[in-house]
């Protein structure tokens, strides 16, 4: 029986080729979670496009939200009341009460579910990429105290941060309706003269 005898140097190479090949599939394993974790905390968040009715926003008394007016001016406060007539919130001792004509918008701080899904994914991505390339020759993450507590660890920290960016994200409950528009124009033929009047909103 004959057995083949590989170069010590070419069976070094092609293990070095195999095992970047198991890397770069570890590699697009792990994005491809992340991805698909991120997507998820994207396709949960309310998607639904502002309204432009003011009771139609689901307001409540109580509900923390962010009023910008006709001036440019942004004031954060809790709803105290709210009608199709207009908002009034209160920060403390002041309070602020506008009529519906003179809101731009009306904001709301998002979730925080979004950020934590994102942190988790982070997080979840960072323990598999170092049980891949830190761990033993077999790519097996050992099963010790040390892993599974840098596991936690790395877990929390991604959710604390997806969650401290979350905190800062705002989305639009209110939006005013943009302001009618009137267009002439003038109609001219052989036979007649005219305009033409057209109003859009």
């Known amino acids: 029986m004959r057995r083949e005898v590989r170069d010590p140097e070419e069976v070094r190479r092609l293990n070095l080729l195999s095992a970047s090949s198991e890397k770069r599939r570890a590699t697009i394993g792990v ?13 949960a968040q309310d998607v639904s496009a502002p309204s432009d009715d003011l009771l139609r926003t689901g307001l409540e008394p109580g509900d923390r939200v962010y009023v910008t007016d006709v001036g440019g001016e942004r004031t954060d406060g809790r709803v105290s009341e709210v009608s199709a007539a207009g908002l009034t919130i209160k920060n403390g001792n002041d309070e602020w009460s506008w009529v519906a004509s ?7 701080r998002d979730s925080l579910t979004n950020g934590i899904l994102i942190g988790v994914a982070i997080g979840v991505g960072a323990f598999l990429m170092r049980c891949k390339y830190g761990g033993n020759r077999t790519g097996i993450c ?23 960016f979350d905190r800062h994200m705002t989305r639009t409950l209110y939006r005013a309706p943009p ?8 109609l001219v033929s052989h036979e007649r003269m005219g305009m033409r009047l057209a109003v859009t909103w």
Not at 146 to 161: N, R, S
């Open 179 to 186: 302001p009618a528009r009137v267009e002439v124009s003038p």
């Open 31 to 43: 994005i491809t979670l992340l991805l698909v974790t991120v997507a998820s905390a994207a396709a």
């Open 142 to 164: 050992p099963i010790i105290p040390y892993a599974v507590t840098a596991g936690y660890v790395e877990l929390g920290l991604g959710v604390y941060f997806g969650a401290l």
């Open 102 to 108: 003179d809101i731009v918008r009306v904001e709301a």
